[in-house]
Protein backbone atom coordinates (compact mmCIF):
# COMPACT_ATOMS: atom_id res chain seq x y z
CA UNK A 1 0.00 0.00 0.00
CA UNK A 2 0.91 3.51 -0.22
CA UNK A 3 2.11 5.26 2.40
CA UNK A 4 4.10 7.98 4.06
CA UNK A 5 5.68 7.83 7.25
CA UNK A 6 7.17 10.94 9.57
CA UNK A 7 8.28 9.17 12.71
CA UNK A 8 8.67 12.58 14.82
CA UNK A 9 5.02 13.52 15.56
CA UNK A 10 6.39 16.32 18.21
CA UNK A 11 9.73 17.81 17.80
CA UNK A 12 11.16 20.82 20.40
CA UNK A 13 14.38 22.54 19.69
CA UNK A 14 16.37 25.78 21.11
CA UNK A 15 16.99 28.55 18.69
CA UNK A 16 19.93 28.05 16.73
CA UNK A 17 19.87 24.47 16.64
CA UNK A 18 19.84 22.22 14.00
CA UNK A 19 16.75 20.31 12.66
CA UNK A 20 16.36 17.24 10.57
CA UNK A 21 12.67 15.35 9.85
CA UNK A 22 12.35 12.26 8.87
CA UNK A 23 10.13 11.20 5.94
CA UNK A 24 9.60 7.42 4.69
CA UNK A 25 7.65 6.36 1.93
CA UNK A 26 6.28 3.49 0.30
CA UNK A 27 5.35 3.71 -3.27
CA UNK A 28 5.36 1.21 -6.15
CA UNK A 29 6.78 3.46 -8.70
CA UNK A 30 9.04 6.38 -9.64
CA UNK A 31 7.89 9.43 -7.35
CA UNK A 32 8.15 12.61 -6.68
CA UNK A 33 8.40 14.25 -3.14
CA UNK A 34 7.23 17.39 -1.42
CA UNK A 35 7.82 19.04 1.88
CA UNK A 36 4.68 21.36 3.09
CA UNK A 37 4.65 24.14 6.20
CA UNK A 38 1.65 25.05 7.81
CA UNK A 39 2.23 27.78 10.19
CA UNK A 40 -0.20 27.94 13.35
CA UNK A 41 -3.82 28.97 11.46
CA UNK A 42 -2.59 28.66 8.14
CA UNK A 43 -2.85 26.60 5.14
CA UNK A 44 -0.24 24.57 4.02
CA UNK A 45 3.17 26.14 1.48
CA UNK A 46 4.80 24.36 -0.71
CA UNK A 47 8.84 24.30 1.03
CA UNK A 48 10.35 22.41 -1.42
CA UNK A 49 9.93 19.52 -3.85
CA UNK A 50 12.07 16.73 -5.53
CA UNK A 51 11.26 15.57 -9.09
CA UNK A 52 14.45 13.98 -10.93
CA UNK A 53 18.24 15.24 -10.97
CA UNK A 54 20.14 16.55 -8.00
CA UNK A 55 18.97 14.57 -4.64
CA UNK A 56 19.87 16.99 -2.51
CA UNK A 57 17.11 20.15 -2.97
CA UNK A 58 17.23 23.77 -1.32
CA UNK A 59 13.79 25.41 -0.37
CA UNK A 60 12.82 28.44 0.89
CA UNK A 61 13.96 29.91 3.87
CA UNK A 62 16.80 27.93 4.49
CA UNK A 63 15.64 24.45 4.15
CA UNK A 64 16.76 22.05 2.13
CA UNK A 65 15.93 17.72 2.08
CA UNK A 66 17.84 15.09 0.42
CA UNK A 67 16.20 11.89 -1.44
CA UNK A 68 17.53 8.71 -0.55
CA UNK A 69 16.62 6.61 -3.26
CA UNK A 70 18.08 3.23 -1.44
CA UNK A 71 16.48 3.85 1.80
CA UNK A 72 12.76 5.53 0.62
CA UNK A 73 13.59 8.92 2.17
CA UNK A 74 13.30 12.24 1.98
CA UNK A 75 14.42 13.71 5.16
CA UNK A 76 14.19 17.68 5.30
CA UNK A 77 16.79 19.57 7.12
CA UNK A 78 17.99 23.35 8.34
CA UNK A 79 21.10 23.87 9.68
CA UNK A 80 19.76 26.73 12.50
CA UNK A 81 16.02 27.04 13.29
CA UNK A 82 14.56 30.20 14.34
CA UNK A 83 11.56 30.70 16.40
CA UNK A 84 9.27 31.53 13.56
CA UNK A 85 9.88 28.18 12.25
CA UNK A 86 7.59 27.14 14.66
CA UNK A 87 4.88 24.69 12.50
CA UNK A 88 3.35 21.75 11.64
CA UNK A 89 5.97 19.83 8.58
CA UNK A 90 3.98 17.34 6.47
CA UNK A 91 6.00 15.09 3.73
CA UNK A 92 4.36 14.20 0.81
CA UNK A 93 4.37 12.12 -2.58
CA UNK A 94 2.75 11.34 -5.22
CA UNK A 95 3.50 9.04 -8.13
CA UNK A 96 5.06 10.70 -11.32
CA UNK A 97 3.04 8.12 -13.58
CA UNK A 98 -0.19 8.86 -11.89
CA UNK A 99 -2.31 10.91 -13.91
CA UNK A 100 -4.32 12.00 -11.00
CA UNK A 101 -1.23 14.31 -9.27
CA UNK A 102 -2.66 13.30 -6.16
CA UNK A 103 -0.70 13.62 -2.87
CA UNK A 104 -0.66 11.28 -0.25
CA UNK A 105 0.78 12.82 2.90
CA UNK A 106 2.51 11.81 6.41
CA UNK A 107 0.85 12.18 9.63
CA UNK A 108 2.81 15.68 10.00
CA UNK A 109 5.83 16.46 12.76
CA UNK A 110 4.74 19.91 14.61
CA UNK A 111 8.22 21.45 15.29
CA UNK A 112 8.28 24.13 18.50
CA UNK A 113 11.03 26.51 18.91
CA UNK A 114 11.71 27.69 21.67
CA UNK A 115 13.31 31.36 21.70
CA UNK B 1 -0.87 31.96 -3.98
CA UNK B 2 -2.67 30.50 -6.33
CA UNK B 3 -6.10 32.11 -6.52
CA UNK B 4 -7.76 30.00 -4.24
CA UNK B 5 -10.62 30.97 -1.77
CA UNK B 6 -13.18 29.30 -0.07
CA UNK B 7 -16.14 29.34 1.72
CA UNK B 8 -17.53 29.43 4.55
CA UNK B 9 -14.18 29.96 6.44
CA UNK B 10 -15.93 28.82 9.16
CA UNK B 11 -19.12 26.69 10.27
CA UNK B 12 -20.95 24.75 12.79
CA UNK B 13 -23.91 22.55 11.83
CA UNK B 14 -26.17 19.69 13.74
CA UNK B 15 -25.59 15.83 13.01
CA UNK B 16 -28.22 15.10 10.27
CA UNK B 17 -28.23 18.61 8.87
CA UNK B 18 -26.74 18.78 4.81
CA UNK B 19 -23.60 20.81 4.49
CA UNK B 20 -22.36 22.53 0.99
CA UNK B 21 -18.47 23.95 1.37
CA UNK B 22 -17.04 25.89 -1.50
CA UNK B 23 -13.95 26.08 -3.44
CA UNK B 24 -13.19 28.65 -6.14
CA UNK B 25 -10.32 29.49 -8.25
CA UNK B 26 -9.41 32.05 -10.60
CA UNK B 27 -6.69 30.54 -12.50
CA UNK B 28 -8.54 27.53 -14.33
CA UNK B 29 -6.88 25.17 -13.28
CA UNK B 30 -8.26 21.29 -14.51
CA UNK B 31 -6.96 20.03 -11.42
CA UNK B 32 -8.68 20.11 -8.03
CA UNK B 33 -9.07 17.85 -4.65
CA UNK B 34 -11.00 18.07 -1.29
CA UNK B 35 -8.79 17.36 1.78
CA UNK B 36 -9.91 16.69 5.04
CA UNK B 37 -7.71 17.72 7.89
CA UNK B 38 -7.71 15.41 11.39
CA UNK B 39 -4.61 15.29 14.14
CA UNK B 40 -2.69 12.70 13.64
CA UNK B 41 -3.72 12.02 10.24
CA UNK B 42 -2.15 14.81 8.33
CA UNK B 43 -4.19 15.64 5.20
CA UNK B 44 -6.77 12.71 3.29
CA UNK B 45 -7.85 13.11 0.37
CA UNK B 46 -11.89 12.88 0.16
CA UNK B 47 -12.52 13.28 -4.09
CA UNK B 48 -10.71 15.24 -6.81
CA UNK B 49 -11.38 16.64 -10.11
CA UNK B 50 -10.05 16.28 -13.52
CA UNK B 51 -12.51 18.49 -15.38
CA UNK B 52 -15.81 19.75 -15.63
CA UNK B 53 -18.08 17.11 -14.57
CA UNK B 54 -15.13 14.62 -14.01
CA UNK B 55 -14.83 13.91 -10.13
CA UNK B 56 -13.58 10.60 -8.78
CA UNK B 57 -13.04 9.36 -5.10
CA UNK B 58 -10.25 9.26 -2.80
CA UNK B 59 -9.17 7.26 0.13
CA UNK B 60 -11.93 8.77 2.72
CA UNK B 61 -15.03 9.83 0.54
CA UNK B 62 -17.55 7.79 2.25
CA UNK B 63 -20.21 10.17 3.33
CA UNK B 64 -18.87 12.91 1.02
CA UNK B 65 -20.48 13.86 -2.71
CA UNK B 66 -18.63 16.68 -4.81
CA UNK B 67 -20.23 18.45 -8.05
CA UNK B 68 -17.84 20.31 -10.77
CA UNK B 69 -19.95 22.62 -13.02
CA UNK B 70 -17.51 25.03 -13.72
CA UNK B 71 -14.01 25.01 -13.70
CA UNK B 72 -13.82 27.37 -11.37
CA UNK B 73 -15.75 26.00 -8.54
CA UNK B 74 -15.46 22.75 -6.72
CA UNK B 75 -17.90 21.82 -4.19
CA UNK B 76 -18.06 19.27 -1.28
CA UNK B 77 -21.50 17.89 0.17
CA UNK B 78 -22.01 16.41 3.33
CA UNK B 79 -25.52 14.60 2.59
CA UNK B 80 -26.30 14.29 6.03
CA UNK B 81 -23.05 15.47 8.96
CA UNK B 82 -22.38 13.46 11.05
CA UNK B 83 -20.02 13.90 14.64
CA UNK B 84 -17.42 12.30 12.74
CA UNK B 85 -16.97 14.86 10.01
CA UNK B 86 -16.11 17.31 12.25
CA UNK B 87 -12.40 18.26 10.98
CA UNK B 88 -10.60 21.04 8.99
CA UNK B 89 -11.30 20.94 5.06
CA UNK B 90 -9.12 21.78 2.80
CA UNK B 91 -9.41 22.69 -1.27
CA UNK B 92 -5.94 22.30 -3.38
CA UNK B 93 -5.67 22.51 -7.64
CA UNK B 94 -2.58 21.20 -9.15
CA UNK B 95 -0.37 22.53 -11.89
CA UNK B 96 0.55 19.94 -14.25
CA UNK B 97 3.05 18.56 -16.38
CA UNK B 98 6.59 19.61 -16.65
CA UNK B 99 5.76 21.42 -13.01
CA UNK B 100 3.21 19.43 -10.67
CA UNK B 101 2.43 21.09 -7.53
CA UNK B 102 -0.33 21.41 -5.29
CA UNK B 103 -1.60 25.05 -3.95
CA UNK B 104 -3.61 25.01 -1.20
CA UNK B 105 -6.66 27.28 0.01
CA UNK B 106 -7.23 28.75 3.53
CA UNK B 107 -9.53 26.26 4.80
CA UNK B 108 -12.83 25.47 5.95
CA UNK B 109 -13.21 24.69 9.85
CA UNK B 110 -16.93 22.48 10.17
CA UNK B 111 -17.68 21.59 13.58
CA UNK B 112 -21.12 19.20 13.77
CA UNK B 113 -22.97 18.83 16.91
Known amino acids: AQSVSQHNHHVILSEAASLELGCNYS??????LFWYVQYPGQHLQLLLK??????LVKGIKGFEAEFIKSKFSFNLRKPSVQWSDTAEYFC?????????????FGSGTRLLVRP | DAGITQSPRHKVTETGTPVTLRCHQT?????MYWYRQDPGHGLRLIHY???????DKGEVSDGYSVSRSKTEDFLLTLESATSSQTSVYFC????????????FGPGTRLTVT
Open chain 2, 92 to 103: AISTTPPGVEQY
Open chain 1, 27 to 32: YGGTVN
Open chain 1, 50 to 55: YFSGDP
Open chain 1, 92 to 104: AVNGRMDSSYKLI
Open chain 2, 27 to 31: ENHRY
Open chain 2, 49 to 55: SYGVKDT
